[in-house]
């Protein structure tokens, strides 16, 4: 399937990695990918993401993920579902951290773990988006995969990264629309998360 991605694409799949790396996370998450294409200069998707407000609200953005990270990785539905049975998600973290220290829940920050292949793994999420985005490519008529691809696949996969998207206004539908203008056949392309 990498055969299929454009020099943008990978530069993000190797962007993606370099997070991870710089962070000293244990593997390559959903978040990574979105932070390396956050850095893309001169794709469509770095033209959506600029036109989506995404580029000016990257501390935002980055302190959205923190607290899903603090959160353990929870998402907003799941913490809005556990809400609905009387389990508050804030108080836990609170309690965890005023026993075992501040960040104590969250999640991708290992030790050093080294891979005999020198390279950090994708975690299922990821691998996940870097599928769908092939998926998303068929569905808009395109035999490459690209930035845009990604990003579009980053939106339709549920999880912590499509909710602080979804939150800083950067849902499938406004992606779409910020890549291939106000008349985007909202089904095009959308792919159903796996």
Same mark, same amino acid.
């Given at each position: 399937?990498?055969?299929?991605? !454009?020099? /943008?694409a990978r530069a993000t799949v190797k962007g993606a990695a370099a997070q991870a790396e710089r962070v000293g996370a244990?593997? &390559?998450?959903? =978040?990574?990918? *979105?932070?390396?294409? *956050? =850095?893309?200069?001169?794709?469509?998707?770095?033209?959506?993401?600029?036109?989506?407000?995404?580029?000016?609200?990257?501390?935002?953005?980055?302190?959205?993920?923190?607290?899903?990270?603090? @959160?353990?990785?929870?998402?907003?539905?799941?913490? +809005?579902?556990?809400?609905?049975?009387?389990?508050?998600? %804030?108080?836990?973290?609170? @309690?965890?951290? /005023?026993?075992?220290?501040?960040?104590? *829940?969250? !999640? #991708?920050?290992? %030790?050093?773990?080294?891979w005999w292949s020198g390279h950090r793994p994708f975690t299922p999420g990821a691998k996940t988006v870097l599928e769908?985005?092939?998926?998303?490519?068929? %569905?808009?008529?395109?035999?490459?995969?690209?930035? =845009? $691809?990604?990003? *579009?696949?980053?939106?339709?996969?549920?999880? &912590?990264?499509? +909710?602080?998207?979804?939150?800083?206004?950067? !849902? $499938?539908?406004?992606?779409?629309?910020?890549?291939? /203008?106000?008349?985007? +056949?909202? #089904?095009? %392309? $959308?792919?159903?998360?796996?």
């Amino acid at each position: 399937m990498f055969e299929r991605f !454009t020099r /943008g694409a990978r530069a993000t799949v190797k962007g993606a990695a370099a997070q991870a790396e710089r962070v000293g996370a244990d593997s &390559v998450t959903e =978040e990574h990918l *979105l932070l390396a294409l *956050l =850095e893309q200069e001169g794709g469509r998707a770095s033209f959506a993401v600029t036109a989506l407000g995404l580029h000016d609200r990257r501390a935002s953005l980055d302190a959205a993920f923190a607290e899903a990270r603090r @959160r353990g990785g929870l998402t907003k539905a799941d913490t +809005d579902a556990l809400a609905g049975i009387g389990i508050d998600i %804030g108080a836990i973290v609170s @309690r965890v951290e /005023g026993a075992h220290g501040e960040g104590a *829940l969250a !999640t #991708g920050r290992g %030790g050093r773990r080294w891979w005999w292949s020198g390279h950090r793994p994708f975690t299922p999420g990821a691998k996940t988006v870097l599928e769908n985005s092939l998926r998303v490519a068929l %569905g808009c008529g395109d035999r490459f995969i690209g930035e =845009e $691809h990604l990003l *579009l696949a980053l939106t339709a996969k549920p999880g &912590v990264v499509a +909710d602080v998207l979804a939150e800083h206004g950067a !849902t $499938h539908a406004t992606v779409r629309r910020a890549l291939y /203008g106000p008349d985007a +056949d909202g #089904g095009q %392309g $959308h792919v159903e998360a796996g």
